[in-house]
């Protein structure tokens, strides 16, 4: 089996789980924090109760999930977009490799922002 086909099946993996996190949790994260008390229906969310979810373990690692997680769908869907869409076959592999790299490299940055 070749390495391509065995990176695949991966990429397909984080692409549905990073499309599923985002479409389920920020929704629901817009509404509460940002729409929901500015039309009066929440009190706003205190910056300090917001940090300490913020900064407990499981909250950074839900955060960080989230974040990864919707940089590789990006990243796949984007990838996808412009082989199939633009019909650009003969770049795959360039565009493969700079959209998970921009995708790996703002991961990266986003888990030393929320772990720092």
Known sequence: MSGRRLREPGLWLLFSAGGTLAALF?????????????VGWLTPPVHETLAA??????????????????????????????????????????????????ATVLSVAAAVVVWR
């Not at 199939?84 to 592999?93: S, V």
Request: no cysteine; glycine share 10%.
């Open 26 to 38: 920020l929704p629901a994260l817009v509404m509460v924090l940002w729409v929901a008390p500015s």
């Open 53 to 102: 979810v913020a900064g407990g373990v499981l909250g950074r690692l839900f955060l960080t999930a989230l974040i990864v997680l919707a940089l590789y769908h990006w990243a796949h869907r984007f990838r996808y977009t412009l082989y199939d869409g633009l019909q650009l076959y003969h770049l795959n592999q360039l565009i493969a490799g700079l959209t998970y790299g921009v």
